[in-house]
């Protein structure tokens, strides 16, 4: 069965950085699409970066490009999401995700989870 496991959320001060880890196991890694999600209260869940490496593409939400990059180590089997010049407003919960095949931006397309890692930025 696939095991996604989050780690690297915290708490930090605006304009500071964090680096999400998102472990994998149980899959075919390279046939799948990886991508971070969050939600915060209030507000639906949304695709905030997702990658996939067969078809060498890659999606941003507008209100990170320029701030968050995703990344890949095959060997470790782990996604990672750089976020630099964090704001209050991307204080939420942060989720990994994985489906067979390309990208979708609706995490209702997303079949595998992991339990999710808090991220609060503070003035």
């Known amino acids: 069965q696939v095991r996604l496991v989050e780690s690297g959320g915290g708490s930090v001060q605006a304009g500071g950085s964090l680096t999400l880890s998102c472990a994998a196991s149980?899959?075919?890694?390279?046939?799948?699409?990886m991508g971070w999600f969050r939600q915060a209260p209030g507000k639906e869940r949304e695709g905030v970066a997702l990658?996939?490496?067969?078809?060498?593409?890659?999606y941003y939400a507008s209100s990170v490009k320029g701030r968050f990059t995703i990344s890949q180590d095959n060997v470790k089997k782990t996604t990672y999401l750089q976020m630099n010049s964090l704001k209050p407003e991307d204080t939420a919960m942060y989720y990994c995700?994985?489906?067979?095949?390309?990208?979708?931006?609706?995490?209702?397309?997303?079949?595998?989870w992991g339990q999710g890692t808090q991220v609060t930025v503070s003035l």
């Open positions: 995700a994985a489906r067979q095949g390309g990208l979708r931006s609706d995490y209702h397309e997303y079949n595998d």
């Open positions: 149980g899959l075919t890694y390279s046939t799948y699409s």
């Open positions: 990658i996939y490496s067969g078809g060498g593409s890659t």
